[in-house]
């Protein structure tokens, strides 16, 4: 079984902080992803890495930066915290090639709290 | 103009009812067609999924893909308390980088 995780499932952080958000998957998946999800907005897509140090902007990039040093793990990061970056983020990782119409396995997601 | 639209509902109905879920989409490039499902506090898990126009059946499940009207749908057949989850409808072109465009998500509760 593919698995994802992610290093907290709750986070409160106080305004300006710097926050580190890990995901790691164990099954040797190319691509990684971050989104952050809202009521109403569905899963908005943040970054994305199709290779080790390799990263692409998604639709709402801005605040946030991403790290992918080792295949298995990817980084978010929020430089300074906002209460609108108050949210659920869920990592998700994704193999090359056809899969299950290129099947993303999620991450349980953690709930960022920003004061 | 959201490239993905879907319902935010709430959706709630009797067991044993069958359910239907939609989404609208304005780019005709999407080739991919997919389904999660996602429970309270986990992650989304991948239901079905149809490669371009067509319908697809899996028990209790049926998506159903109208490129032409760019419409897609999940049957839910004699739907159990268990279904109580929030569907997200989720679409990609042919290109290789594997991002998904998703809907809002409908939260169905099945009440016993």
């Known amino acids: 079984d593919v698995k994802v995780t992610q290093s907290s499932r709750y986070l409160v952080k106080r305004t300006g902080e710097k926050v580190f958000l890990e995901c790691v998957q164990d099954m ?6 971050w989104y952050r999800q809202d009521p109403g907005l569905g899963l908005r897509l943040i970054y994305f890495s199709y290779d080790v140090k390799m990263k692409e902007k998604g639709d709402i990039p801005e605040g946030y930066s991403v790290s992918r040093e080792k ?36 991450g349980p997601g953690t709930r960022l709290t920003v004061t | 103009q959201k490239e993905v639209e879907q319902d935010p509902g709430p959706l709630s109905v009797p067991e044993g009812a069958i359910v239907s879920l939609n989404c609208t989409y304005s780019n005709s490039a999407f080739q991919y067609f997919m389904w999660y499902r996602q429970y309270s506090r986990k992650g989304p898990e991948l239901l079905m999924y149809t490669y371009s126009s067509g319908n697809k059946e899996d028990g209790r499940f049926t998506a159903q893909v109208d490129k032409s009207s760019k419409y897609i749908s999940l049957f839910i057949r004699d739907s159990q308390p268990s279904d109580s989850a ?22 169905l509760q099945v009440k016993p």
């Open chain 1, 28 to 33: 040797d998946h190319e691509n990684m992803f």
């Open chain 2, 86 to 107: 929030t569907y997200l409808c989720a679409m990609r072109g042919s290109g290789n980088t594997g991002k998904l465009i998703f809907g809002q998500g409908t939260t």
């Open chain 1, 71 to 106: 295949k298995e793990r990817f980084s978010l990061i929020l430089e300074s915290a906002s209460t609108n970056q108050t949210s659920m983020y869920l990592c998700a990782s994704l193999p090359s090639g056809t899969g299950r119409g290129y099947e993303q396995y999620f």
